[in-house]
């Protein structure tokens, strides 16, 4: 038996990362290689519901933090927090200028303001939100 897609959203740009939030099924978010993140409403596939710009390279990591709040990184070495309440961003860590080098992979501890940073030089940095 094989799997039948229900949906197929379609990009310009290579898809790079996916996460549906963890409270749920209806939306989701992807980065892609055009420096943006798309949220969908999965309920009217035919566009997103937000388009958030900021990252200035490929964006590979999205995760929700709650149905309203999302985390991403990007190979400009950035991190940032997005609030779709508002589709506004904040910048978390961009202190290393070196463009050689991009964040590369994310971990949020559970229930906590920590979070764990990994770079493509070994760097694995704990932040703490504020």
Not at 35 to 49: M, V
Not at 64 to 87: A, G, M, R, Y
Not at 113 to 121: E, I, R, T, Y
Request: with cysteine.
């Amino acid at each position: 038996m094989q799997g039948v897609s229900v949906c197929t959203i379609k990009t310009n740009a290579n898809v790079c990362c996916v996460q549906f939030p963890s409270d749920t099924g209806n939306s989701l978010a992807f980065g892609s290689a055009d420096h943006r993140i798309y949220f969908y409403d999965l309920r009217n596939p035919s566009g997103p519901l937000y388009t958030l710009v900021g990252h200035e390279r490929t964006v590979s990591y999205v995760r929700f933090l709650d149905s309203t709040t999302l985390v991403s990184s990007s190979t400009d070495n950035t991190l940032k927090l997005w609030d779709l309440s508002e589709c506004s961003s904040e910048v978390l860590d961009n202190e290393v200028d070196d463009t050689e080098q991009f964040v590369s992979s994310v971990c949020w501890r559970n229930q906590t303001s920590s979070l764990v940073a990994a770079n493509s030089m070994g760097d694995v940095k704990l932040l703490e939100m504020v």
